[in-house]
């Protein structure tokens, strides 16, 4: 009986080289960096939630405001202004100025 030698191949330095940074990359680098990248995202996630609430916020207030404005400009508001300063109230001397 005859028994077969299996021939083996053997690698070269640099394939060697090749193949064990081709399993670092696969095994390695590539769920770390998926991790980071997630990291990152939620990152920014969490601080674009944190700007819409600002805006959100500003957006209440500059509402608030512009009611304020509103009741401050009114008719009544001036003619009583007007009457607590021993003022009159006359329309006809109102010139109404636009754009």
Do not use: C, H
């Not at 080289?17 to 680098?29: Q, R």
């Not at 009741?71 to 007007?82: G, K, M, T, V, Y």
């Amino acid at each position: 009986m005859r028994t077969k030698k299996v021939k083996r191949i053997k690698l070269l330095k640099g394939e060697k080289l090749m193949f064990f940074l081709s399993i670092l990359f696969g095994f390695v680098i590539m769920p770390a960096s998926w991790v980071y990248t997630k990291a990152l995202l939620s990152e920014s996630n969490i601080k674009l939630e944190q700007i819409k609430n600002k805006i959100d916020s500003q957006n209440d207030t500059n509402e608030a405001l512009g009611m304020q404005i509103d009741e401050l400009a009114s008719i009544e508001n001036i003619q009583d202004i007007a009457s607590s300063s021993g003022l009159s109230y006359n329309n006809n001397n109102i010139k109404t100025i636009t754009d």
